[in-house]
């Protein structure tokens, strides 16, 4: 009875590891479809955003035929960024003119479909110490005030919506400024392209209520104060159908 008992146990354990490894696979393996770069002359965006991934500049441009299996796409920009006077550097990206992520939260205050990766201060009358020199006032790129080269992005979308399975698809990442005319830059840039046989892998995640166990008062009252100005700030907006 105990040999088989024990036996029953192993037997038991081997099904559980095997049903694990079953359900991590069931997404299917990750296919990397494109992987280029772009060490060329810098690539500016001048123009501002507009909602649902509208507006900005085009930086990257792919057309490749997906296999029948890939129903979630991933899109991945890995490269240098440049911005001055305060202006941020906002991205999208799309597959098939759908932008892969309509989304507006956040204190960034992009229109929909933008994310906000890069942004530094514009001081006027603060200096800094930068390479082992001090008193310095101005960027320590040239461009003026906010010009502090250079900071590195890495950012992955992952898109379901226009994504045509066995077809062609053409990818595309965009580049906005957040005050026209005035440009943010990027250089020295890696693009990605993979995919995976699962829709499932791109949902939204659970939104986590805010903790204000033991923060004073006057913190609890500003920080509901800044949730409530971002949703003001940016309406919801109608969405194109998936």
Known sequence: ???????????????????????????????????????????????????????????????????????????????TGDTHDGDAAWFTASVNQVVCNPGDSGAGFAPTGWIPLQKHFSYEKVTYRSNGAGGLAGGDGGGGAGDMHDNGIYYTWCCIRGVKPGGTNTVQIKLATSKANEPVFIERSHFY???????????????????????????????????????????????PPQ
Do not use: W
């Open 1 to 79: 009875m105990y040999r088989i008992g024990r036996m029953n146990l192993t037997v038991a354990a081997a099904l559980l590891a095997t049903f694990a490894l079953c359900s991590n696979l069931a997404a299917g393996p990750l296919t990397r479809h494109v992987a280029e770069f772009n060490f060329g002359p810098e690539q500016f965006g001048v123009h501002a955003a507009a909602p649902n991934g509208g507006g900005g500049d085009l930086i990257y441009n792919k057309t490749l035929t997906l296999p029948t299996s890939a129903q979630t796409v991933f899109v991945t920009i890995s490269t």
């Open 193 to 239: 392209i993979d995919s995976v046989p699962d829709r499932g892998l791109c949902s939204q995640a659970k939104v986590l209520a805010p903790n204000f166990e033991g923060v004073p008062a006057t913190v609890n009252e500003e920080l509901l104060k800044r949730i409530e100005r971002q949703k003001a700030a940016q309406p919801p907006e109608k969405q």
